[in-house]
Structures are given as structure tokens and as C-alpha cells.
């Protein structure tokens, strides 16, 4: 058994900066593989890690198999691609995808990777894909799990670390059980498979459940890697449900077809006046220039270009983690597609989950960036803070207080008054919390919007419903030009207790 060597260096939410070691070097996470096809490379691995740093790149062992045969075990891998980096093979299982079988079987694939000694390697696994019926899924989920345990006896080089991929497309609970078993058995890291599809039909919230139910069963310890995604407009939401690895051919793919990555969509080259990009390429050429070179010239300038932009996201994303902002980086990328959105809207449906991983302080300040900022982990907490073991002070009159008062009004009382503020998002804070992470640190539009005023009410008609008994008197500081109603109708269930004031 090889030892999971995969170290957690930064997290926020469910993101993670990580490195991975491997016999060739250490990798930083997230990454993207780009894939190269042995048979015709339009840019080497090492000229990649030149230019874009990318440490790990992806092959595929079963088109390895039929292009070489035999003669690649004898240099292996790394000798076939002339590169001394990390590498990862692919089975085949995407052919399987698209063409419907292979023509290996899975035992020799895994024999074949043994030989050719990738730094990890990929069973023959068999994609739910999205067009699966149930019991067609619940074969492919059930296949693969065979495939997987009986890969576990066969392997013979304890150099590789092996990936599992968890199957089940679109039933969760199928993606649920494949990803329950597969994670019991010895395995280094885990593929989720058939998001393809869902990828290139841009369904994002299917896409989130795909994940997030794969992710609440996988071990966390051990790296997650998202097959065939490889587009920098979606890594930011991957990564934050907790993605660590991608792999796509689509830098060259899209070069070839004219198309123009950004991190915020695609462009077709025909269509563009300007390239909206800071890369060399970009700087040194005007999209008429690019139009005009050969057609092999211009596939290598746009891979590169595309390769640019998926590692400068890359980077963007690392930083973020580490400086605690991942969820701002998410909701910024999201706005920029209507289908993004609704992934994001979704991941609201997993926020319970996601706030168990979410660092208790973060070194940057919550930044409330429109109605989704209200799911976020800070948010979230701030909420369950004030269940189960809250305990108010014994103090007989409680003041409730809208954040953005012009200045704090005079009490009667102070001594004997508990202070609760009314702070949007994160709703009643008692006085006494005020300075636990996020709320002595954040920055929020003081023009409310309706999801600010909506999360604050509930927040405080929960607050009054448990606590509300322990108070003799409330008297609640209201500002109706700021906050409408709300404030007022959250209390209603006080009755004669309550005494409201205008500010
Ligand atoms: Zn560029």
C-alpha cells in the first residue's frame, strides 16, 4: 500500500491548497492536468512547465496501449512523453463514454499501467454518463466497484498510487453508495466521474449535487478529482465544494475550434475586436493578427493563451484560500453565467454540510456580495451560534438594536439590559459575541436588499422564540426607513413585553 501523500496546507469552506508527493515531484493543488495525446503533442509537458507551471499533466494508458503497445512499457511513461514531471494516466473510461466500449479488458489496463509506471494510474472504470437509466447506472456503479477491488489484488508496482472513480450520474443515491464503497477500499485518491455532460450542457446545479454527494461520502484526507472538467470559469465553484484535481484536453480542443477561454466565459476568435486578456500572447497580438497566421501557428498561440488563463485562475483561487476570501471568488465567477448562478443557488441546499469545514477565522473580512453571500459558512454560523448551547445573560430587559443607527440610543438601564444587535446578514448578535469572526470584521452595503432585511428578521423571531422567555421586557430600536416592517413583525409573538422606539 502507498501511503496517501497528500498534505492540507490551507483550507477555506471546503476549498483546499494542497500538496500532493509523488515519485517525480511535488504538485500543488488545486491543479489542472492538461492531457496529452501521445500520438500528436501540440505542446510538450515540458514546455508547459516553462511557461504555465503546470506540475502534473494526464495521458491516457489505453490510447498509449493501442498507438505504442508493448514498446512504451519498456521506457515507461515518462520516457514515451519525454518528461521527468509527475504523471497521471487515464484508462479509457472516457473512450467508453463516447464510443461505447474499448477494446482492452480491464485486468490488462491494469497490468499495462503497472508496466508503464504513471506516478497514478486510473482503473478501467465504466461512466454512468447522464442518458443512464437507473438500473443501467446502479450496472455501472456496480461494475466499477468490481473492477475496483479486483484492481486492488492485481496491482504490482507499489510505486503508483491508484485513483477509484465513484460513478452514479445523475441518482444521488447511487453517487452515494459508489462513493460509500470505493472509499473503504485502498485507494490514494478518487475521480468523480460523468460530469462531462453536465459540463458542456452548462447544468451547474446538477453538477453540484454530482459533487457534494460524492464529497460526503469520499474519505476528505484523500485528493478529489473531477474528470474531464477543464474549463477556468468553473474551477472556482469546483474547488469550493472540494475539487482538487482536473483534467482536460480542452486547451487544444478549443484552440483547434477557434475558441478563446476566459475565466469568465468563451469567445470565438471571429467575434472578438479586442482580447480581453493580460497574457504575452494577448499583449503581443491583435485579434486580426491571430486571424491571419496558419492555422497550425494559431492552435499553438490560443492553447497557449487558454493555458494562461486556467493557471492564472488557478492561482487566483490558491490565493484565495489562503487569504480566506474563496467564498467571494466563488459568487464573483458565478455572476458571470445565468447557469453558474443556479449552481451556486443549489450549493445553498448544502450549507449545513459545508459550514462543518469552514476555518472558525479567516484573515480577510466577510465581504457581503448580494442575496447568495447569505448561504455562506460565516453566515450559516452565526445562525447555529445561537442554538442548542446559547446561553443569555440573566439580565431582565432585553434592547434589541439595528446595525447603521446614526449613534447607539441611550438605555434606561444599562446594567440591567442584555444587548442583542441586529446585524445584516448575520441577524441577532448578542453584544457578547460581537467580536467572534466574522462579525468584528466585515463589510456589507448599508442600502439593505430584501435578503439582507428577510435573513435578519428570521434570525431574530428564532432568537425571540427560544431566549424570548428569559426577558421581562424588549424593547426594540426600530428604524422603518431602513428596514420596513420587519423588524416589527419579527416580534409580534412578544405581545404585551414588547415596546418598540423609533429612531
Ligand atoms: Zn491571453
Not at 266 to 293: G, K, N
Not at 300 to 309: I, T
Request: with cysteine; aromatic share 8%.
Amino acid at each position: 500500500m502507498v501511503d496517501t501523500i497528500f498534505q492540507i496546507l490551507y483550507r477555506d469552506g471546503m476549498g483546499r491548497v494542497g500538496k500532493l508527493s509523488t515519485p517525480h515531484g511535488d504538485v500543488t493543488t488545486p491543479t489542472l492536468m492538461p492531457v496529452i495525446d501521445p500520438s500528436d503533442v501540440i505542446l510538450s509537458p515540458n514546455q508547459m512547465r516553462r511557461e504555465f507551471g503546470v506540475e502534473l499533466v494526464m495521458t491516457n494508458a489505453y490510447l498509449m496501449l493501442r498507438h505504442f503497445g508493448e514498446e512504451a512499457a519498456k521506457q515507461g511513461v515518462h520516457g514515451a512523453l519525454s518528461y521527468d514531471g509527475p504523471i497521471m494516466t487515464d484508462s479509457g473510461g472516457y473512450q467508453i463514454l463516447r464510443y461505447g466500449d474499448v477494446e482492452v479488458s480491464p485486468e490488462e489496463i491494469v497490468r499495462y499501467q503497472d508496466a508503464i509506471a504513471p506516478d497514478i494510474a486510473t482503473i478501467l472504470d465504466i461512466p454512468t454518463g447522464v442518458q443512464a437509466t437507473k438500473e443501467r447506472a446502479a450496472e455501472t456503479v456496480q461494475i466499477t466497484l468490481e473492477r475496483a477491488k479486483q484492481a486492488v489484488e492485481l496491482r504490482s508496482n507499489p510505486k503508483l498510487m491508484w485513483c477509484g472513480p465513484v460513478q452514479g450520474g445523475l441518482f444521488s443515491e447511487l453517487v452515494a453508495q459508489s462513493a460509500r464503497e470505493i472509499g473503504k477500499l485502498d485507494y490514494q485518491l478518487h475521480a468523480i466521474g460523468s460530469p462531462v455532460e453536465l459540463l458542456e450542457g452548462y447544468r451547474y446545479a446538477k453538477l453540484v449535487d454530482l459533487v457534494m454527494t460524492a464529497k460526503k461520502y469520499l474519505p476528505l484526507d484523500r485528493p478529489t478529482h473531477l474528470f474531464g472538467a477543464g474549463h477556468p470559469m468553473m474551477f472556482a465553484l469546483a474547488v469550493a465544494m472540494g475539487c482538487d484535481l482536473f483534467d482536460s484536453a480542452a486547451y487544444v480542443l478549443y484552440a483547434r475550434d477557434g475558441r478563446y477561454m476566459t475565466s469568465e466565459g468563451t469567445f470565438h476568435l471571429e467575434e472578438l475586436s479586442y482580447l480581453p486578456c493580460e497574457c504575452p500572447i494577448c499583449a503581443e497580438h491583435s485579434p486580426d493578427e491571430l486571424r491571419r497566421v496558419p492555422q497550425d501557428e494559431r492552435v499553438k498561440l490560443l492553447a497557449r493563451h487558454n493555458l494562461h488563463v486556467t493557471f492564472g485562475e488557478l492561482r487566483r483561487i490558491r490565493q484565495a484560500i489562503v487569504e480566506g476570501s474563496l467564498g467571494e471568488h466563488v459568487e464573483l465567477r458565478c455572476r458571470a453565467h445565468p447557469r453558474l448562478l443556479e449552481g451556486l443557488r443549489r450549493l445553498a441546499r448544502y450549507r449545513d454540510f459545508l459550514e462543518r469545514f469552514d476555518p472558525v477565522t479567516k484573515p480577510s473580512a466577510f465581504c457581503y456580495l448580494g442575496e447568495e453571500s447569505v448561504n455562506r459558512p460565516e453566515v450559516v454560523r452565526s445562525w447555529s451560534r445561537l442554538n442548542g448551547r446559547y446561553e443569555p445573560p440573566q439580565l431582565p430587559i432585553l434592547a434589541l438594536l439595528p446595525a447603521f443607527g446614526k449613534e447607539r440610543p441611550k438605555l434606561e438601564e444599562p446594567e440591567r439590559t442584555h444587548l442583542v444587535r441586529l446585524i445584516p446578514p448575520f441577524g441577532a448578535v448578542p453584544e457578547e459575541l460581537e467580536e467572534i469572526y466574522p462579525l468584528g470584521q466585515f463589510q456589507v452595503s448599508r442600502e439593505l436588499d430584501t435578503m439582507q432585511i428577510k435573513s435578519v428578521a428570521e434570525s431574530l423571531s428564532r432568537f425571540l422564540e427560544r431566549y424570548g422567555g428569559h426577558y421581562e421586557r424588549v424593547l426594540l430600536f426600530n428604524d422603518e426607513r431602513r428596514w420596513g416592517k420587519s423588524l416589527v413583525e419579527a416580534c409580534k409573538d412578544v405581545g404585551k413585553k414588547l415596546e418598540v422606539i423609533q429612531l
